[in-house]
């Protein structure tokens, strides 16, 4: 019995001092130190020092670099236009309206540097055409032409008012662009070529994207054929040059290569022909040289005279 008392003695002794070492431990103390940081002097402005004048020789440096500067940029401000890869093939594009650059403004009164070659001076039709291009447009009333089928002729007559006031707008002769449609397509408008040019002007569709027209349209393929044809008369100043660039490319003509293709030939005397019977300049009497006349020997006058008198 008093064994269990002393052991009920030690585990109450165990127990209270377990509870006193439980007590909460003391909170920590934290402290804040707040440090003002001071503004850095500004420097001292340094003294102006004299700037050591150029030498010579890195002048003249200088002023050629700028130079050769000023060519570069003029040099890219008048790069021409790239030609076509086809421009060396002579056969490319013959028949075909080509893409070119914009019109020259003012160069229509311009005499052009290249000569018309010889095939072009030859014949009844270049002599009664007139070879330098002026700017110029009048209304004409339509007309049969007389030598077109009937169903072309049907054709034209529907298309006769838009295809005139389309060639005064872009200021060429009505005749000369009726001439050329009725080579080009008998004024059909649907018409493929083997080359894949469309419309009553043949366009192809590198051309008509370059002009920016609707070449199925029929006013923007009418508008289209004009506005390359105005191109190149303004460039090249001759109705000749201005049709075998129409027919076969402005890189060969520009280049002063008019090919003597039988096409282009054919197409640049048709499309005068055509021109001059639309004129009636067909109608006139062809001019010789005075030493090819023979003159008839006058015949014996009878004894019978006329008197005339005026009052």
């Not at 110029?136 to 006769?160: H, I, K, N, Q, V």
Request: hydrophobic share 40%; with cysteine; net charge positive.
């Amino acid at each position: 019995m008093r064994s269990t008392l002393v052991g009920v003695g030690v585990l109450a002794a165990v127990l209270g001092a377990g509870a006193v070492g439980a007590s909460p431990p003391a909170r920590s103390a934290r402290s804040v130190q707040l440090i003002a940081m001071g503004v850095a002097p500004l420097p001292e402005k340094a003294p102006a020092r004299e700037v050591p004048e150029l030498s010579l020789q890195f002048r003249v440096h200088d002023l050629s670099r700028r130079w050769v500067e000023h060519q570069m940029g003029a040099s890219f401000t008048a790069v021409p236009p790239a030609q076509d890869a086809a421009d060396g093939d002579p056969f490319a594009y013959v028949g075909v309206a080509q893409p070119s650059v914009s019109p020259m403004v003012g160069s229509a009164n311009s005499v052009s540097p290249i000569p018309v070659p010889l095939w072009m001076r030859g014949g009844a039709i270049y002599a009664s055409t007139a070879a330098r291009y002026v700017p110029g447009c009048s209304l004409p009333d339509y007309r049969p032409t007389g030598f077109l089928r009937s169903d072309a002729e049907f054709r034209r007559a529907g298309y006769f008012g838009m295809m005139s006031n389309i060639a005064c707008e872009y200021g060429i002769p009505v005749g000369l662009f009726d001439a050329m449609i009725i080579r080009e397509s008998r004024y059909q408008p649907n018409v493929y070529s083997p080359k894949n040019a469309f419309g009553l002007t043949q366009l192809m569709p590198a051309t008509a994207v370059s002009l920016g027209v609707n070449r199925y349209s029929v006013e923007g393929n009418l508008r289209g054929g004009a506005k390359y044809l105005r191109e190149q008369l303004d460039r090249f100043g001759h109705y000749h040059l201005a049709l075998a660039a129409y027919n076969a490319g402005p890189g060969r003509v520009r280049n002063g290569r008019v090919p003597q293709i039988a096409e282009t030939q054919a197409y640049v005397e048709n499309v005068l022909l055509n021109w001059s019977r639309l004129s009636g300049v067909g109608r006139q009497a062809t001019i010789v040289s005075p030493a090819t006349v023979t003159y008839a020997q006058p015949r014996p006058t009878s004894g019978r005279r006329a008197a005339v008198s005026t009052f």
